[in-house]
Antibody, heavy 121, light 107 residues
Framework: QVQLVQSGAEVKKPGSSVKVSCKASGGTFNTYAFSWLRQAPGQGPEWMGRILPIVGKGNYAQKFQGRLTITVDTSTHTVDMELSSLRSEDTATYYC??????????????WGQGTLVTVSS | DIQMTQSPSSLSASVGDRVTLTCRASQSITTFLNWYQQSPGKAPKLLIYGTSTLQTGVPPRFRGSGYGTDFTLTISSLQPEDFATYYCQQSYSAPRTFGHGTKVEVK
């Protein structure tokens, strides 16, 4: 069973960037894929992008192309998410999650505890 | 992107009740449908994947069914820990998308 622990809450100004970390323990890190999702208040989760540690290259939802970067450090079992050009609509709780399966049928079977990112002037 | 619509948005029920939640996809997703449970202040938890397969540790009072565009999650006898919000998620095509949720509240 994989445990995911995320970094703490952030408050950011519009136009700035935020970086959220997710450290994995248990399981076999390099064999998994990890996704980042976010959830605005009162809304369902929204998938942002994912990365495979053995590949090291993220793939991103079109909505976040150019603003989102997901990176991985296989030595520390950490997956980071950086979102730039922040606006108020980016205020949400951000989650890292482990993918179960790949391609069609993939679900998210382990989740971090969530990191609240607040964008406010 | 595939749109997922859940109904109702909320419902009130009592312990022991049988409840049925509905999820509809904007196009056929065959059986690539997952369900999650989220309690306040917590991360979502995977309940059911592939329309009807219970994730390890999920009690059998939860049952998923459906095909194509119409899916249901049934809780046969509601327990106190089941009062939460439930989300469906399609895994047929990228990007994987979620519904807006059904909140199951205490009557």
């Amino acid at each position: 069973q994989v445990q995911l622990v995320q970094s703490g809450a952030e408050v950011k100004k519009p136009g700035s960037s935020v970086k959220v970390s997710c450290k994995a323990s248990g399981g076999t890190f390099n064999t998994y894929a990890f996704s980042w999702l976010r959830q605005a208040p009162g809304q369902g989760p929204e998938w942002m992008g994912r990365i495979l540690p053995i590949v090291g290259k993220g793939n991103y939802a079109q909505k976040f192309q150019g603003r989102l970067t997901i990176t991985v450090d296989t030595s520390t079992h950490t997956v980071d998410m950086e979102l730039s050009s922040l606006r108020s609509e980016d205020t949400a709780t951000y989650y890292c999650a482990k993918d179960m399966g790949s391609g069609q049928g993939a679900s998210f079977d382990s989740w971090g505890q969530g990191t609240l990112v607040t964008v406010s002037s | 992107d595939i749109q997922m619509t859940q109904s109702p948005s909320s419902l009130s029920a009592s312990v022991g009740d049988r409840v049925t939640l509905t999820c509809r996809a904007s196009q056929s997703i065959t059986t690539f449908l997952n369900w999650y449970q989220q309690s306040p202040g917590k991360a979502p938890k995977l309940l059911i994947y592939g329309t009807s397969t219970l994730q390890t540790g999920v009690p059998p009072r939860f049952r998923g069914s459906g095909y194509g565009t119409d899916f249901t999650l049934t809780i046969s006898s509601l327990q106190p820990e089941d009062f939460a919000t439930y989300y469906c998620q399609q895994s047929y095509s990228a990007p994987r998308t979620f519904g807006h949720g059904t909140k199951v509240e205490v009557k």
